[in-house]
């Protein structure tokens, strides 16, 4: 049994890794790179195995830097299955699809503007292939286990996300489990991650490995920051993910509504049509949330959404208005990336009576990691746009747990493993969260390198 870590190893981005056997290859998630360009370039490389000789995905979750890549690898020759919960699949049929039509428009746009250094800007993939992709998926039992030839597989719930598992692997008497991303055990949505099952060797995330939760009540803090911003007449723009951090938003915004801490009169908008089908999704699935389905039928109560690209670019026009009415709106991409939410930044962001929240993580070099560090101008669209708003980072919105919950979670397994790796973060998080494994819990730990294989 060998691993080869292919993306995910010295960045937080791009889950790949590969299990290879002697008559079996698995690639464990298949995400995108995110971030820095050097490793958005990494997307358009060779993935460093054949994809045609690829058995089978096994896929963590949804979010886009552990399923991004799917269509690329089916572009690629990759025929096989993937596997994923109910739940994954129905949110990959979103995020894909959005996916290669962001792509699709971009690639337009940077050929209609000449803006690009190739001869004719092309998409990763487009909306065909995401959908040609969606036809591989194969559910699961209700079980969650599963036997591909001579290899027993198990999806556990990890909290984190809907649908969102640990993934643990045995072929004779040796087994390894793979952590995916793991929840907190206090979120808003989801439930306390499950316990897996022992292995021999883990691969666990790091994304937050150097870092505590603020120990703060993130309602009240949102509460504050929003009396804040709109008693001076701003807006509030919270730059989301459209899949889970959007809902975890809309939550907390209807429970303050129901507190009196939110006057009803003030719109709250929802510009992310991902977000929107998200949140359907969250309904059908509801039973996989920590809240009732009473609550979760409610997160949508007297919410505006806004539909079509010409309604978001007139609504980001308005806001900035010198009497515009104050508003709430939740858009998407969650790190500014791209997507609608920079129709607000654009707008927004000159003029200081307004904040701008991120609730969520910012990966180095995203657009939301450049403005929560506090730089004052950003690029956007080919120009130069002032920052001269408010800008806070909501960290007590992060579907991830820290690094005592890392920590937590690895104590919590049935018996030690003989080793782990540290994947799924910054360098500087994957170090630290390796220290602490080392000095506390005294396992044998490392982070691996890019591309690296390890016989396990």
Known sequence: MTLTFLGAADTVTGSRHLLSFSDQRLLLDAGLFQGFKTLRERNWMPLGVDASELDAVLLSHAHLDHCGYLPALRRQGFQGAIYATAATRDLCDVLLRDSAHLQEEDAKRANRDQSSRHDKALPLYGVREAEATMKQFV????????????????????????????????????????????GRNNDLLMPVPQVPPAADVVMIESTYGNRLHPAEDVQARLAQLLRTTLKRGGSVLLPSFAVGRAQALLLVLQRLRRAGELPLDVPIWLDSPMAEQATELTLRHARLLRISVDEARGLTDRVHYVT?????????????????????????????????????????????????????????????????????????????????????????????????????????????????????????????????????LGLPVRVPQHGETVEL
């Not at 858009?331 to 962001?349: D, F, K, P, Q």
């Not at 450049?370 to 950003?378: H, P, Q, T």
Request: glycine share 12%; with cysteine; net charge positive.
């Open 308 to 440: 079509q690209q010409a309604q978001s670019l007139k609504l980001a026009a308005s806001l900035a208005q010198r009497k515009a009415r104050p508003s709430i709106v939740i858009s998407a991409s969650g790190m500014a990336t791209g997507g609608r939410v920079l129709n607000y930044i654009e707008t927004l962001a000159p003029q200081p009576q307004h904040h701008i929240a991120f609730p969520g993580f910012q990966a180095g070099g995203t657009r939301g990691a450049r403005m929560v560090a506090g730089e004052r101008e950003i690029k956007l669209r080919g120009r130069w746009v002032p920052v001269n708003a408010e800008i806070s980072h909501l960290d007590g919105f992060s579907g991830h747990a820290d690094a005592e919950g890392l920590v937590q979670w690895l104590r919590a397994l049935p018996r030690p493993p003989g080793q782990v790796y540290v994947v799924h973060g910054e360098p500087a998080a994957a170090d630290a969260l390796r220290c602490r494994i080392q000095d506390e």
């Open 139 to 182: 559910p699961l039992p209700r079980d969650g286990r599963l036997t591909l030839g001579g290899t027993e597989i198990r999806f556990t719930p990890a909290g984190h996300l809907l649908g969102a598992t640990s993934i643990h692997v045995r072929r004779g008497e040796r087994s390894l489990l793979f952590s995916g991303d793991i």
